[in-house]
């Protein structure tokens, strides 16, 4: 996912916002930015901030930043949604779709670049 859908995306289970990121693999693409920036209105994930508070700068970054595996965190609710191939899987904890299982075999290799607190709690 694009560093940009941080400007977009709420906690599916209790609808916090902003969503706080850990990145592990990434990919950067020189895409070209069609209208003029800024281009995030109220989080930019890339100035790690309220555009209110960070100002509005230029910020194409976001979209040219590809996150490839990652994890999203609520620090409202504690739920967290894993970032495997690029997609964001933000289904709630507890959905039937959900498999934690499969979700740690793709994240069990970043555990060293987890905050102890996320890891303990994604990966045990
Ligand atoms: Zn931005
Ligand atoms: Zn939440």
Excluded at 14 to 40: M, S, T, W, Y
Excluded at 43 to 55: L, N
Excluded at 57 to 81: F, H, N
Excluded at 95 to 107: E, F, G, N, V
Aim: hydrophobic share 35%; glycine share 6%; with cysteine.
């Amino acid at each position: 996912m694009r560093l940009r859908l941080l400007d977009l995306l709420a906690c599916p289970s209790c609808r916090h916002f902003p969503l706080q990121l850990h990145i592990f693999e990434e990919a950067r693409e020189d895409v070209k930015v069609p209208g003029n920036p800024p281009l995030c209105e109220l989080y930019c994930a890339y100035k790690g901030g309220e555009v209110s508070k960070v100002g509005e700068t230029p910020c194409d970054e976001c979209v040219k930043r590809d996150i490839i595996t990652g994890l999203l965190a609520c620090t409202s609710c504690g739920a967290w949604y894993p970032i495997i191939d690029s997609i964001p899987r933000m289904l709630p904890p507890g959905h039937p779709l959900r498999s934690d299982k499969q979700y740690r075999k793709a994240l069990e290799k970043h555990a060293d670049k987890m905050p102890e607190e996320l890891r303990s709690k994604v990966l045990d």
